[in-house]
């Protein structure tokens, strides 16, 4: 288990009890500007890890350490999957940060908001960042109100070897596909904001009437208006079913 806590401008993640011998780390300290996002995400747990190195992975009981992971390092700490707390960083050691936590929902706002103020004074720190990650939310859990609050009323959707959707109703009609049951599995991977564009890699997976479970890979790139995104292209790959 660790405590995720905002001390000034840094984000403390502090390791308790004997996740310090598990994972051979006590605490982390990362500045605000290097974190990119934050959310509770009990899924990824199931994921392959990557390579272990060090650290201690016992399945069902505890993953904790440092793991390499398509040419990423990320650092665990993680023992009940719907505890779990990704943390996206940047120009760090790590590119993730997947610990347990008492309270996920508070501690990815606690952060957030701390992203939000970071740069107190001038252009909000993440604010675009904050938005994508609403959308994929609601991408989540089927939400078509809390998707369609991120897009511009004239909003452009690239889907790229498919077709390209103009406007909210569009949009709209497009956010659930009858060739699929119930709402996907997200996780974003990576999230880069630069100017006006935001990117968005990450994988997931979708049950499809006929072929069951299916597993994909994405990239989205998001331009925004404003606080708003105007133009979305969605780069999509299916990788099988299991």
């Given amino acids: 288990m660790a405590r995720v806590e905002v001390v000034g401008h840094q984000l403390r993640v502090q390791i308790e009890g004997m996740d310090k011998l598990w994972s051979l780390k006590g605490r982390l300290e990362i500045p605000l500007t290097h974190v990119t996002g934050a959310e509770a995400d009990p899924e990824a747990v199931r994921d392959w890890k990557g390579w272990r190195g060090p650290g201690t992975n016992v399945p069902a ?14 650092f665990w700490d993680v023992h009940d999957a719907a505890k ?12 993730r ?8 929902a508070q501690t990815v706002a606690a952060i957030r908001q701390a992203l ?18 609403a ?3 609601g991408f989540r859990r089927s939400d078509h109100e809390a998707i369609l609050a991120c897009l511009t009323d004239d909003v452009e ?32 991977d990576r999230l880069i904001e ?16 006929e072929a069951d479970r299916v597993a994909f890979v994405f990239a ?9 995104i105007s133009r979305l292209e969605t780069f999509h790959i299916n990788l099988g079913g299991r």
Avoid at 61 to 74: K, L
Avoid at 97 to 104: C, H, I, Q, T
Avoid at 116 to 133: D, F, I, L, N, Q
């Fill in 61 to 74: 009981i505890v993953v904790a350490g440092t793991f390499h992971h398509q040419g990423d390092r990320e």
């Fill in 84 to 95: 779990a707390v990704v943390i996206r960083l940047t120009d760090e050691r790590y590119a």
């Fill in 97 to 104: 940060l997947v610990v347990g936590v008492d309270d996920p």
């Fill in 116 to 133: 939000g103020t970071a740069g107190a004074g001038s252009e909000p720190v993440g604010s675009h960042r904050a938005v994508v990650e």
């Fill in 135 to 137: 959308y994929v939310e």
């Fill in 157 to 188: 959707w690239v889907l790229h070897g498919y077709r390209t959707l103009r406007g909210k109703a569009a949009f709209d009609g497009e956010i659930e596909s009858d060739a699929a049951v119930g709402s996907p599995t997200l996780h974003l």
């Fill in 194 to 209: 630069e100017g006006d564009t935001a990117v968005a890699i990450g994988s997931g997976e979708m049950t499809l009437k």
């Fill in 220 to 228: 989205e790139v998001f331009t925004f208006t404003g606080d708003r």
